[in-house]
């Protein structure tokens, strides 16, 4: 949408043109729904830390009733008052309830691993938001306005043109300021002085 002619006087603010703005509004939900499932996999993952803590605290449970049950039957067995096969079960408990609670604390460890910092500080949290932050940014750049007071020139748009990154769209000559460049003859430099008052006059406006 093209909203400036040739050689058009534009205010600060004013649109000078809006590229097609369907795709990053596309790009903008795409992005959002990202976050959100983001948001989803994340909950799933703290529930993931909350089952293995609990999973932990059963083996951690298992494993004091197992050497308990081993202290009671250990001096049992050995005075002969309990057979050495009960001793045997009593201590393949005990050491099967030492391997669950390795599994159990392996198994928190890496849920917590994938976890990683919880809210706004989690990585994927973060990476989701920094991409619908760009897409809305993207978005925001399809319309164009007057950074400053001044005319449009050189325009080289037509409605149904493709704008593409780089290429100049056209140019704004800024009214607020103006700069003079003057190039003097060395034999003239001697008579200049700083606060010197000049005329200027431009050929193409006398």
């Known amino acids: 949408e093209l909203l400036v002619e040739d050689n058009q006087r534009v205010s600060a603010g004013d ?3 809006r ?3 369907r795709p990053f509004r ?3 939900d795409a992005a959002r729904a990202k976050l959100d499932k983001t948001g989803q996999s994340v ?3 703290v529930d993931a830390v909350a089952v293995a803590e609990a999973a932990l605290e059963r083996s951690q449970a298992a494993l004091r009733l197992a050497e308990i049950q081993y202290r009671r039957v250990q001096p ?3 005075s002969g008052a309990l057979p050495m096969q009960e001793r045997d079960k009593a201590q393949a408990r005990l050491d099967e309830a ?3 609670l390795k599994k159990a604390e392996a198994s928190l ?3 917590r691993d994938e976890l990683g910092e919880l809210g706004e500080r989690n990585a994927d949290t973060r990476s989701a938001m920094a991409a619908l932050e760009n897409a809305d940014l993207q978005l ?3 319309t164009v306005t007057a950074p400053a007071d001044g005319f449009v020139t050189q325009l080289q748009l037509v409605v149904g043109s493709y704008a593409r990154a780089g290429s100049p769209a056209l140019a704004l000559v800024d009214t607020s300021t103006w700069r003079v460049v003057a190039y003097m003859r060395e034999d003239r430099l001697r008579g200049l002085e700083p606060g010197q008052p000049a005329r200027i006059y431009l050929p193409a406006y006398p």
């Open 15 to 17: 649109v000078l043109f």
């Open 19 to 21: 590229i097609d703005p």
């Open 26 to 28: 596309i790009a903008v």
């Open 43 to 45: 909950s799933g993952q």
């Open 76 to 78: 049992l067995a050995k």
């Open 98 to 100: 030492r391997s669950s």
């Open 109 to 111: 460890t890496k849920a």
């Open 140 to 142: 925001e750049y399809t």
